[in-house]
């Protein structure tokens, strides 16, 4: 009889153990079924602890740094010299320092800066995180003020990024007489993955317009309080902080929610011929998002010597950020000994 009660119990256990397994949702190999991590993040900004500290004392009586952290939770690298940092929101002459060590600052290691990735078995490797000193060679050292002041640091940020997503088109020998076993269906909404980035491309959509002729057209999207650039010349802060982030009015207004777009297919040339309207090159260009959306609709030539298949299509978005961390700095005044 014991025997019994240790076999049913070893098997309600087993039991157990696969409910888990099958719960977890996990592939057969646990490789990744989807190219990106996903999500909205680009760099995200702090002040380091107590860098600086939330009070300090006036009158020469205590030193300290402001320094930035700087985290690329995204999945686009940014290039040693395409990320630039201004502290403002004070006059630096009345903590010691001058305005000329303020703005423009590149991160103190002059290297580039790995976004999150995923590898091939599905592991996430995090993103890294570099660091701005203010100011660079020496301390903040307030002068002596006629009473308790509050001080707003504010730290301006400005940095290349990029955007990857990919999707696949349906593509039939016969794109008219659709059979309803077809490997896809050549119209209709189509799944899109977009890496982690503040500018996304969505809601993918797809329709015939002749028997070698698609349609295809897909959203592209703005998240978070931020504000994005981009020219025609290929601008980034490797360039200056201003020329890339502009905010001078004028200039602003030339490059202001404006994305770098580019399509492309790699491989047999079964799609040839892409045209992007709004596209000043057929496949890439600059376009302009109004309120923090652009619909881009494209059409695209098919060869004659195809098959039914699903042919992947990569979209490449790039653009400049502009965003902001701040903090407030409490100088106490020490009182007068007369």
Not at 116 to 134: K, L, W
């Amino acid at each position: 009889m014991n025997k019994r009660y240790y076999v049913i119990a070893l098997l309600i256990c087993l039991i157990l153990v696969l409910s888990a397994c099958k719960q977890s949702g996990a592939a057969t190999t646990g490789a990744p079924r989807k190219p990106f991590i996903g999500g909205t993040d680009g760099i995200i900004i702090n002040f380091l602890k107590d860098n600086p500290q939330p009070e300090v004392t006036d009158d020469g009586t205590f030193s300290f740094k402001a320094i930035v952290s700087l985290e690329n939770k995204g999945e686009s690298k940014i290039k040693n010299g395409d990320i630039k940092v201004s502290l403002v929101g004070f006059d630096p002459t009345d903590f010691g320092s001058e305005i000329s060590q303020m703005l423009n600052r590149p991160p103190d290691d002059n290297i580039d800066l790995n976004g999150r990735r995923i590898d091939a078995e599905g592991n996430i490797i995090n993103g890294e995180t570099i660091y701005v000193s203010f100011p660079k060679d020496s301390d903040f050292t307030p002068r002596k003020f006629s009473g308790n002041t509050e001080f707003t640091f504010r730290a301006d940020v400005c940095y290349a990024y990029q955007t990857r997503a990919s999707t696949k088109i349906c593509i039939l020998r016969d794109m008219i007489n659709v059979r309803d076993n077809s490997v896809c269906k050549p119209t209709g909404s189509r799944t899109i993955q977009s890496s982690s980035a503040p500018v996304q491309a969505v809601n993918f959509r797809q329709s015939v317009v002749g028997k070698d002729k698609l349609s295809f057209s897909f959203d592209i999207s703005l998240s978070g309080n931020l504000d994005i650039f981009k020219d025609k010349s290929d601008t980034t802060p490797k360039d200056g902080f201003d020329s890339a982030c502009p905010r001078e009015p004028r200039k602003r207004r030339e490059v202001e929610n404006k994305v770098k777009v580019t399509i492309k297919t790699e491989g047999d040339p079964i799609v040839t011929n892409i045209q992007c309207g709004g596209l000043e090159s057929k496949n890439t260009g600059v376009v302009t998002l109004v309120k923090e959306k652009r619909t881009l609709t494209c059409t695209t030539d098919l060869s004659t010597d195809r098959t039914d298949l699903e042919k992947p299509v990569d979209i490449t978005l790039e653009y400049n950020v502009l965003d902001n961390k701040e903090t407030k700095i409490l100088v106490k005044h020490l009182a007068d000994i007369s």
